[in-house]
């Protein structure tokens, strides 16, 4: 199956014609600071063809996780400065997403003008599990286009999002493939295609059951999985040792005992760390201590002690492990590597990742954003991807409603 392309669209023409894009503006910020543009940058391509070619862009996104109704700090303001700061064409942001503010500057908008609708997750019905619900806000997105619009989803990084604004918008309005979309999932068919062995997955951060839950499929596909950041507390809590005031998700402990007694007949090993650098708090300042793994109580800070990092063993067998591979595909943080005391895990497994003969992607908003930050750049690593969750999704091979529902 084929979607349709963002060239087809403007083959057609859009001058005067509103069209929806879907763009994944979900930056890390500081305050109201932007820390990595990856994801703005990323966007920049496909608003700026469709603003030469004359159309009037509305484009949705989204900006953390709110809880369905508007909160300053999830405003997209701060994207939307950075975006306009980098186009050469007109960039507004609307001070709601379907209200009255979007409805008229969207009616006010002129050919080649870009406007940013509010974060699409300030309306609870947006994620709705509801289709009904999802459906009604997709109506009102698509009523802002009037009776000619087109959608084009460029958002990878949320393509494995069934929301109103990836999913329902393209069954109501002529749909096409952004051009970022369209570079990733290339780049991950080809990997999928013809995986070169050894093949290692690095998983880390604090997304921690929907990363697990990629692990099923995982299991058989990957030959190694190396277990860090947030998650990795989970698999040591599965493993009978306490963790402290560690990142864990009980409920997620039998999936991974599960996990654990499946992967040996899968032909998945699991590495799981030896050794963790505990803080007294969370804070950038926080005392710490490395101790072994299996040992977190017994730290100084007892039990209140925090794993903000994978200790240097840990790190080092990682990076063994990442050396020996042909094909390495890595998502999430080792450790909380916003705060210089605990980046050294993260900073190792990227070194590791441009020393490796492998193939390497690095894939989701704060892994890219880590592997910049911490002074690597894009070229030294096979792929950068915009998307964590929908990447990993993608490899295990899984359906994803937001690329589905653009096949014709
Ligand atoms: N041990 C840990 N405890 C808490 N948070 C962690 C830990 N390790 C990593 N993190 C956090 O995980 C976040 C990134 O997680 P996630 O969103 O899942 O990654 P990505 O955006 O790359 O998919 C970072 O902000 C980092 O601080
Ligand atoms: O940051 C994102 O995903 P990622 O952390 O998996 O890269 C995307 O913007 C999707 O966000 P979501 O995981 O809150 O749906």
Do not use: C
Request: no cysteine; hydrophobic share 45%.
């Amino acid at each position: 199956m084929t979607s349709h392309t963002l060239n087809e669209l403007i083959a057609e023409g859009v001058r005067g014609r509103y069209v929806l894009v879907r763009s994944d503006l979900n930056v890390p910020l500081d305050g109201s600071t932007v820390t990595d543009d990856g994801r703005v940058k990323a966007s920049l391509p496909v608003l700026k063809k469709l603003s030469d070619a004359g159309a009037r862009v509305l484009v949705t996104a989204h900006l953390g996780r709110p809880k369905g109704t508007p909160e300053d700090k999830y405003s997209l303001k701060p994207a939307v400065a950075r975006l306009a700061e980098l186009a050469d064409f007109p960039v507004t942001l609307a001070a709601d997403t379907v209200g009255t503010a979007a409805k008229e500057a969207a009616a006010g908008l002129q050919d080649g003008e870009v406007l940013v609708l509010e974060n699409v997750r300030f309306d609870a019905r947006e994620t709705s599990k509801d289709d009904a619900e999802r459906a009604a806000f997709a109506d009102e997105l698509v009523s802002l286009t009037g009776d000619n619009g087109a959608f084009v989803d460029d958002a990878f990084g949320a393509v494995h999002r069934k929301h109103a604004s990836v999913y329902d918008v393209a069954t109501r309005l002529p749909s096409y493939q952004g051009d970022l979309v369209h570079t990733e999932v290339e780049v991950l068919r080809k990997l999928t295609a013809d995986t070169q062995r050894p093949y290692v997955v690095v998983l880390g951060g604090s997304k921690v059951s929907d990363k697990l839950a990629v692990i099923d499929n995982l299991l058989g596909k990957a030959d190694t999985i190396l277990v860090g950041g947030g998650m990795l507390f989970t698999f040591l809590a599965a493993a009978g040792h306490k963790v402290a005031g560690s990142l864990l998700e009980e409920d997620q402990i039998p999936v991974v005992q599960d996990y654990l007694k499946r992967a040996s007949d899968a032909g998945t090993t699991f590495v799981i760390p030896v050794d963790v650098v505990v803080a007294s708090r969370f804070a950038a300042d926080a005392e710490n201590e490395t101790v072994a793994a299996d040992a977190i109580e017994a730290s100084s800070f007892g039990a209140s002690g925090i794993g903000l990092d994978i200790g240097p063993e840990s790190a080092a067998l990682f990076a063994e492990q990442i050396k020996g591979a042909r094909t390495v595909f890595w998502n999430g943080p080792m450790g909380v590597f916003e705060f210089e005391a605990f980046a050294a895990g993260t900073r190792a497994i990227a070194q590791a990742l441009t020393e490796t003969e492998a193939f390497t992607v690095v894939g989701g908003g704060d892994s890219a954003a880590a592997v910049r930050t911490l002074g690597f750049d894009d070229a030294q690593f096979g792929h950068i991807s915009t998307g964590g969750g929908a990447s990993l999704e993608y490899l295990e091979g899984k359906e994803l409603p937001g690329l589905s529902v653009l096949d014709r």
